[in-house]
């Protein structure tokens, strides 16, 4: 796959226009990240925010949403420096996937299954995993970026505070929105260095 | 394992394995465990390439659980890694060894 710029946008955006994957594929996330980030300034650690969302949010869609593709799209605007993704799956979604594992009985709806698969070492698969959605909160809780997670009848906002929303219609699958913005003090987890954990 | 010995692991021959991330990291751990009985050192060449998997690295930081954090530290190294690829996997570690502490 080669990702594109598009030029029907205005050329103030730079993006990766909507794509059907079929495989979490290894190179893309650094693809589309360089496409997005070439024209922003500011911090490295930004870049490498955006890498790993992309990456993260793409295998987690193959391995817990029990799908076989997933849709991608993201652009960024330089002007404003920000860059925002979206990533969706028509699979079981998030409630399901929890549900089903029967690891989690205390769950008493859509939202509580959300918050829970946010959580540090939470997964539908075992107690030894649950990491991706968990660090997407920490970067955007601690960088004001807005993420949106929808699945099944539950809506998550997180940005600085988090909403839950419970919604009447349920969303057949998952949809995982990052918008994020450049700033001075990005935070992007640890900055210790291997020999001084 | 015979003291004074390393190996030389080139990390991204894994990346092309079939499976998700958190698969080829589980062998990666796999890999790691079965040459510390042949070899002190393990070392991971990244070759400057950005991996940037949280699933992948969680599952190295999974070594934290079977062995003491200090001979981890000791008897595993990174060289040419992205440097926010080592955060990445020492945040990670600092999560599994928070973990450990509790259940302790």
């Not at chain 1, 990240?33 to 295998?59: C, D, M, P, S, Y």
């Not at chain 1, 419970?166 to 918008?179: C, E, R, W, Y």
């Not at chain 2, 009985?37 to 998997?53: G, K, M, P, Q, R």
Request: hydrophobic letters at 40%; glycine letters at 4%; aromatic letters at 8%.
């Amino acid at each position: 796959m080669n990702p594109e710029v598009s030029h029907k946008l205005p050329k103030w955006f730079l993006s990766f226009p909507v794509t059907r994957l079929a495989e979490p594929s290894y190179p893309l996330a650094g693809q589309v990240t360089q496409i997005l980030t070439e024209k922003l300034r500011g911090v490295e650690n930004f870049h490498k925010a955006v890498h790993f969302a992309i990456r993260e949010v793409i295998e987690n869609s193959f391995e817990h949403g029990q799908t076989d593709h997933c849709y991608m799209c993201a652009y960024s605007v330089p002007s404003k420096q920000i860059v925002r993704l979206c990533i969706l799956d028509t699979g079981i979604g998030i409630p399901e996937s929890m549900i089903t594992s029967q690891r989690y009985p205390d769950l008493r709806n859509d939202i509580d299954a959300v918050d829970k698969a946010a959580e540090y070492g939470v997964s539908s698969k075992s107690d030894e995993r649950g990491i991706g959605l968990y660090l997407l909160r920490d970067v955007a809780e601690k960088n004001e970026a807005s993420l949106t997670i929808l699945s099944g009848k539950a809506k998550m906002d997180i940005s600085k505070d988090i909403k839950k929303t419970l919604l009447d219609i349920a969303f057949p699958g998952t949809m995982v929105n990052l918008s994020i913005k450049t700033r001075r003090d990005f935070y992007y987890l640890s900055t210790s260095d291997w020999e001084e954990l | 394992m015979v003291p004074g010995t390393k190996i030389t692991l080139i990390f991204k021959e894994w990346l092309n394995q079939p499976g998700s991330l958190r698969e080829i990291g589980s062998i990666i751990n796999d890999v790691i465990v079965f040459q510390w009985s042949h070899y002190e050192i393990v070392e991971l060449d990244f070759e400057n390439e950005t991996v940037a998997s949280g699933s992948l690295f969680d599952e190295i930081a999974k070594l934290f659980n079977e062995f003491p954090k200090e001979e981890v530290k000791r008897r595993l190294k990174f060289i040419n890694i992205d440097p926010c690829d080592e955060h990445l996997i020492v945040h990670l570690a600092k999560l599994r060894l928070a973990r450990k502490e509790v259940s302790a």
